[in-house]
């Protein structure tokens, strides 16, 4: 970076970052750069005014996140129906908030969202929550071709939890939360909070989300040997044996996306509550889908692309 260009530096060629804090600070400068880009992504063909029954020329109202039509003066509010709805915090913020988000490959604490932008705690948990409810994908489009299927446990050891949060009669390692996941080779990762792991509740999952025919591969685990009655081609891996991969059979891949899930939760959060553990799973599911994507700024409008107008918001 040249000495005579500090007051407009520029990321450097050389940097593995697509999208940096300078870029973000210069497309998003204050709110009024939020709003604009938040209407043009809602409104790519234009407003439609409903009372002139048509696509009219809106312009923005002076001091109201608004947009006015040109002919009969109705208000269009960008914000109502989206996470930014009845929030009184700068648009500006919460865009820094989703940059700082899509910025880490672990994701980040509300707590760090607190320091970073200067809000208080409650206002962060807020946002953190609101940005991460866009980022389910439990209606994507089902799993095929060769996928792995596992399960796993989350959660801290009973005697190390205080009595009034210990469990009685859970199946699995006592005190743990049960997750269900399923993963495409070199694809999609599906991961699921379930109430136990026997048959009755996980073969529905798999159904649910893995197209007919598909090649299955589990470990030996009693609960998917009706698989090839369901229409599945199943192989098994047998981990008791001491026999990880055999040809093409292993379940690498999903044990994988386990272990970075944990260490992310280990390292970022220390703990998640069986209440909150499916949005966090969520989130870890959408990066780990877009690991290999292209393009300028992938993760961050990754992130964006997810911010729709949901009529359950727009008329509360």
């Not at 001091?63 to 002919?71: G, K």
């Not at 939360?177 to 070199?186: D, F, K, L, M, P």
Request: hydrophobic share 35%; net charge positive.
């Amino acid at each position: 970076m040249s000495k005579s260009n500090r007051n407009n530096p520029l990321r450097s060629y050389s940097s593995d970052g697509t999208f940096s804090m300078m870029e973000f600070d210069r497309e998003f400068p204050n709110d009024a750069a939020c709003l604009e880009w938040l209407k043009n992504r809602l409104y790519p063909d234009g407003i439609f005014c409903p009372k002139c029954q048509k696509i009219t020329k809106h312009h923005r109202v002076a001091n109201r996140p608004s947009y006015s039509c040109q002919f009969c003066g109705h208000h269009e509010h960008p914000m109502r129906g989206t996470i930014f709805q009845d929030s009184a915090t700068s648009l500006k913020l919460w865009f820094h908030a989703i940059f700082l988000m899509a910025s880490t490959r672990c994701g980040i604490s509300a707590k760090q969202l607190e320091r970073e932008l200067g809000v208080t705690y409650k206002c962060a948990w807020r946002m953190f929550n609101r940005i991460r409810s866009m980022l389910d994908e439990g209606d994507g489009p089902k799993l095929s071709g060769k996928v792995e299927v596992d399960e796993s446990f989350f959660g801290g050891k009973e005697p190390n939890k205080h009595w009034s949060k210990r469990q009685s009669g859970h199946r699995g390692p006592v005190g743990k939360t049960a997750v269900w996941g399923a993963v495409e080779r070199q694809g999609r990762v599906v991961a699921r909070v379930v109430s136990d792991t026997t048959a009755r509740i996980v073969l529905p999952h798999v159904r649910e989300r893995i197209m007919p025919h598909s090649v299955i591969f589990t470990d030996e685990a009693r609960i998917y040997r009706n698989l090839p009655r369901l229409g599945y081609d199943h192989q098994r891996v047998y981990h008791t044996a001491g026999i990880y991969v055999e040809g093409d059979a292993h379940t690498n891949t999903i044990e994988g996306f386990w272990s970075l899930t944990k260490n992310g939760i280990r390292g970022v959060y220390h703990n998640v509550s069986t209440k909150h553990l499916q949005s966090y799973l969520n989130e870890y599911s959408f990066r780990f889908n877009r690991r290999k994507s292209l393009g300028k700024r992938n993760m961050f409008d990754a992130f964006v692309s997810r911010i729709e107008k949901k009529a359950s918001l727009a008329t509360a």
